[in-house]
């Protein structure tokens, strides 16, 4: 099978995904697009400490208030964040 190198649930009312969703692409997805869905916090939303190949993460246009250092564990190879279109009001 090809490798699931991008993924995008852009524009989907999302708030929250299921850790195991991602299981079959954690050693190849690179870009994952979550832009303009309804995610508030990424502190319970797992699945991203799991996404060790990720370098693009799309997290514009979403109810963002605060994002923390450990809301990106496991992202080691993390090149690209974007934020834009957020309500974030602490970085921590």
Known sequence: PVPVVTISFASNYLS???S?????????LMNL?????????????????RLEQLRTLDLSENLLNRITMQDFTGLRRLETLILRKNH????S
């Open 20 to 28: 195991k969703l991602f299981r079959p692409f954690t050693s190849s």
């Open 16 to 18: 929250f995904l299921p």
């Open 33 to 49: 697009n979550l832009q303009r869905n309804h995610f508030r916090s990424l502190s319970r939303n797992y699945f991203l400490r």
């Open 88 to 91: 974030l009001t602490s970085l």
